[in-house]
């Protein structure tokens, strides 16, 4: 059994800008959590208008692990998924500032401490998200791109706010998505010829600007 970290006096819980910044605890109000498996996504709510991102550390190591954990919004509640690699602990910290403010600096505001007993699922690794994928964006599907599975006809699906259009790029290779209403952008690609060669897969958005689209996702596979 992996040894508790010591943590420093008010590490854990809610900072004083979380309440400040209009967020709420929705799926876990408790700050220390206990898996019995290798998965967690916690929710928050907001009511104000603001950028979010989350850090994963492996205590035992010290170790960042970005891949690891994958920061989405629906409606007024914002998730964040991690999988943890091996048992023991994790801090989950997550951060954020009120818009517009454009500071680059977003301060901590609730910190969570996560045991993993045990590995029950398979590790997931999740795409790089960049900044304009924090703005109010969610994926259905996929969350991942296993190159041990058959990608022959992937499906993505994905809510883009006030997206003009949207395109998955593979490795250069263009496939456009259709948009479905409500800013649902769905396709379906072949992404079979990039298996095991570490190619680039990118889900993007074009905001109105002519023939500029923003990279939202990045997968590798």
């Not at 008010?10 to 408790?30: M, R, W, Y």
């Not at 709510?45 to 919004?73: D, G, I, M, R, Y």
């Not at 993505?156 to 456009?176: C, E, L, M, Y």
Request: net charge neutral.
């Amino acid at each position: 059994m992996a040894q508790r970290p010591e943590l420093q006096k008010g590490f854990l819980g809610p900072q004083p800008k979380f309440a400040e910044s209009g967020l709420t605890a929705v799926s876990h109000k408790d700050a220390e959590i206990n898996l019995d498996g290798n998965k967690v996504e916690v929710k928050i709510q907001f009511s104000k208008a603001v950028k979010v991102t989350a850090n994963l550390t492996n205590c035992a190591k010290n170790e960042e692990l970005p891949q690891h954990v994958f920061t989405q919004t629906r409606g007024d509640v914002i998730s964040f998924m991690a999988s943890l690699p091996e048992v023991g602990y994790y801090k989950l910290q997550i951060f954020a500032l009120l818009l517009p403010d454009e500071s680059k600096t977003l301060p901590g505001v609730f910190n969570y401490l996560v045991n993993c007993t045990r590995i029950s699922n398979g590790v997931i690794t999740y795409p790089k998200q960049f900044a304009q994928w924090k703005e109010g964006c969610y994926i259905e599907e996929p969350t991942n791109l296993d190159p041990n599975s058959d990608l022959s006809n992937v499906k993505f699906s994905a809510f883009i706010p006030n997206a003009k259009s949207a395109a998955v790029v593979a490795d250069g290779s263009w496939t456009h998505l259709e948009n479905n209403g409500d800013g649902l952008w769905e396709g379906k690609v072949n992404l079979n010829p990039y298996r095991f060669k570490d190619a680039k897969i990118t889900l993007n958005a074009n905001y109105g600007e002519e023939n500029k689209f923003s990279t939202l996702l990045e997968y590798r596979v």
